[in-house]
Nanobody, 125 residues
Framework: VQLQASGGGLVQTGDSLRLSCVVS????????LGWFRQTPGQELEFVAS????????YYANSVKGRFTIFRNNAENTAFLQMDNLKPEDTAVYYC???????????????????RGQGTQVTVSS
């Protein structure tokens, strides 16, 4: 299973970005998907997760109301729509997948079987 994240870039405070994560291999609809982010010297931070059908989502308090996670099972792709970006959102963003019959919040990266390379998001003030 491979995950390919893209869509990062350099934006200004208040701008929007949409990250994409294409998953190849396995059965996409069986994966719980998550987004995490990391800044230098820090541990991975949970951002958002989504269940198999997209009907259940969880968010970190720091992004709730600004970020939206969704998925397209027909295209094997997960998305993270980021609006009203702030400088503190600057990080490398990673997507992760877990093939599991149990739907929980999946807030910890250790709960995921697969993780892709990151995409850099930089928000200037």
């Amino acid at each position: 299973v491979q995950l390919q994240a893209s869509g990062g870039g350099l934006v200004q405070t208040g701008d929007s970005l949409r990250l994409s994560c294409v998953v190849s291999g396995g059965v996409f609809s069986s994966y719980v998907l998550g987004w995490f982010r990391q800044t230098p010297g820090q541990e991975l931070e949970f951002v958002a997760s989504i269940g198999w059908t997209g009907g259940t989502t969880y968010y970190a308090n720091s992004v709730k109301g600004r970020f939206t996670i969704f998925r397209n099972n027909a295209e094997n792709t997960a998305f993270l729509q980021m609006d009203n970006l702030k400088p503190e959102d600057t990080a490398v963003y990673y997507c992760a997948a877990d093939e599991t019959p149990t739907l929980g919040s999946h807030r910890y990266v250790r709960e995921y079987e697969y993780r892709g390379q990151g995409t850099q998001v930089t928000v200037s003030s």
